[in-house]
Nanobody, 131 residues
Framework: QVQLVESGGGSVQAGGSLRLSCAVS????????MGWFRQAPGKEREGVAT????????YVAPSVKGRFTISQDNAKNTLYLQMNDLKPEDSAMYYC????????????????????????WGQGTQVTVSS
């Protein structure tokens, strides 16, 4: 029973910072990626950042590179997205995601972004950035 629960969203002014957290439980040990996605009203969901669990190698979308940082705690129970210098265009619902194991991938819809695939999703946390 995989559960991903986001928190830390809110309303901030442009230039401010937020740190999103994703509490992770029940993730298969073979799951190799976690990531953050976002979706603004009327827009398609887009990848924000990913982390390869085994190596902690990260990838950040060009639109947020230099401002956002993805990380995990040592126990791998929490995924973070540190967001600095927020801009109004960052306003969106932010979702935590994780890759499935082979068995789960046969039963769930797969979203691919970069070298990672995702099938588990949280409920999202809203980020609103005002000018």
């Amino acid at each position: 029973q995989v559960q991903l629960v986001e928190s830390g969203g809110g309303s901030v002014q442009a230039g401010g910072s937020l740190r999103l957290s994703c509490a992770v439980s029940g993730l298969p040990s073979s799951s190799n990626c976690m990531g953050w996605f976002r979706q603004a009203p009327g827009k398609e969901r887009e990848g924000v950042a990913t982390i390869y669990i085994g190596t902690r190698n990260t990838y950040v979308a060009p639109s947020v590179k230099g401002r956002f940082t993805i990380s995990q705690d040592n126990a791998k129970n929490t995924l973070y997205l540190q967001m600095n210098d927020l801009k109004p265009e960052d306003s969106a619902m932010y979702y935590c995601a994780a890759s499935p194991d082979r068995e789960a991938s046969r039963r769930l819809h797969i979203t691919s972004w970069g070298y990672c695939s995702f099938a588990f999703w949280g409920q999202g946390t809203q980020v609103t950035v005002s000018s």
